[in-house]
């Protein structure tokens, strides 16, 4: 089954304390994204990536990092979280703009608190 | 810079209406434009995508339309039922850098 995952479903953790989020997809998609989601701002894209070894900051990248260093995992990274990135996160991935039909995937999200 | 706007932002509608969405965007070197559904709590589902060159989707009881020149893209949904009921939203794809911008979404309820 085509699907994108994402680890831990829900975590609470608190300032300062470093924190992965694991994203991987099964579909050999070349585009990769994280957003994060918060009541009255949408959807917000932090950092995407074209392929492996390929990243670029979406419009709110500060505070986050992410690697590619396979193609089908997309880790997100708080070096030092804080409280204002609580948030509800998604990965996303896409076949990518060059190739052909982009129907983007969605994860099913990581809750994250940050006390 | 990229602006991505949704009208409205809330619609209650009796079932059986037929209904639109509305997405607008300001920059229209856009390379496609997806809608979604959203449920409370979850993930995105994909309904439907429509490439610059194409002028409408269909599938189902939804259809989407596409008038780049003019910054526009329209969700019709026919004969709407309860289980319509969720947050829509629509995004682009940009050609310049390859980034996706979402509207904040419409959220819709189908009374029964």
């Known amino acids: 089954e085509a699907q994108v995952t994402q680890n831990p479903r829900y975590l609470i953790t608190v300032t300062g304390k470093k924190l992965t989020v694991t994203c991987s997809q099964n579909m050999n998609h070349e585009y990769m994204s994280w957003y994060r989601q918060d009541p009255g701002l949408g959807l917000r894209q932090i950092y995407y990536s074209m392929n492996v070894e390929v990243t670029d900051k979406g419009d709110v990248p500060e505070g986050y990092k992410v690697s590619r260093k396979e193609k089908r995992n997309f880790p997100l990274i708080l070096e030092s979280p804080s409280p204002n990135q609580t948030s509800l996160y998604f990965c996303?991935?896409?076949?990518?703009?060059?190739?052909?039909?982009?129907?983007?995937?969605f994860g099913p999200g990581t809750r994250l608190t940050v006390l | 810079k990229q602006e991505v706007t949704q009208i409205p932002a809330a619609l209650s509608v009796p079932e059986g209406e037929n209904l639109v969405l509305n997405c607008s965007f300001t920059d229209s070197a856009i390379y496609n434009l997806q809608w979604f559904r959203q449920d409370p709590g979850k993930g995105l589902t994909s309904l439907l995508l429509?490439?610059?060159?194409?002028r409408e989707q269909t599938s189902g009881r939804l259809n989407a339309s596409l008038d780049k020149s003019s910054g526009r893209s329209t969700l019709y949904i026919a004969a709407s039922q309860p289980g319509d009921s969720a947050t829509y939203l629509c995004?682009?794809?940009?050609?310049?850098?390859?980034?996706?911008?979402f509207g904040k979404g419409t959220r819709l309820h189908i009374l029964p």
């Open positions: 996303a991935s896409t076949s990518g703009r060059l190739a052909g039909n982009n129907e983007q995937f």
């Open positions: 429509i490439q610059s060159s194409q």
């Open positions: 995004a682009v794809l940009m050609n310049r850098d390859d980034k996706i911008i």
